[in-house]
């Protein structure tokens, strides 16, 4: 099995990619798609579909090298020829795994600013946790250092 792959068996264990066309298009249509990924032996019904699915949004749409028994094969399928992750991380990772990363730069630089994003808000979010934590308190505009 193909390293990339591995990511897409780890993401549907833990709930973080939709399988099929129908559960692809929803996620898609909830705008939590991240990264939705076709096979090369696809029909190309299911990439026009999977292109209009990510149109005027800011999900990304690849097609792999590899085929649909090789995607069904990852989850325990018999074939599957759409997918999509719904968490950037897991799809960044997706797409650093895959052998031409020039064919996929474009997405590959989408990915790695909502990733980023994704951490900065994360970081903030501990931190204010923290600081309720702690008492933290903000200090009024205008009010003296000690």
Not at 64 to 91: C, N, P
Request: net charge positive.
């Amino acid at each position: 099995m193909h390293k990339a792959l591995n990511y897409l068996s780890l993401a549907k264990r833990a709930r973080l990619a939709e399988l099929g066309e129908e559960p692809v298009g929803a996620a898609a249509r909830a705008g939590n798609a991240r990264l939705i990924v076709v096979a090369a032996d696809a029909s190309d019904h299911t990439w026009r579909r999977a292109k209009s699915f990510a149109a005027g949004t800011d999900q990304q749409c690849i097609r792999i090298d590899q085929s649909k028994d090789e995607l069904g094969m990852a989850v325990g399928r018999s074939s599957l020829a759409i997918a999509a992750f719904t968490d950037a991380a897991m799809a960044l990772a997706f797409v650093k795994a895959l052998d031409d990363q020039q064919k996929y730069r474009e997405a590959l630089e989408k990915l790695e600013v909502k990733t980023q994003k994704l951490r900065q808000r994360q970081s903030e979010a501990k931190a204010h946790q923290r600081n309720v934590r702690t008492g933290k308190r903000r200090q009024a505009p205008g009010a003296k250092k000690d």
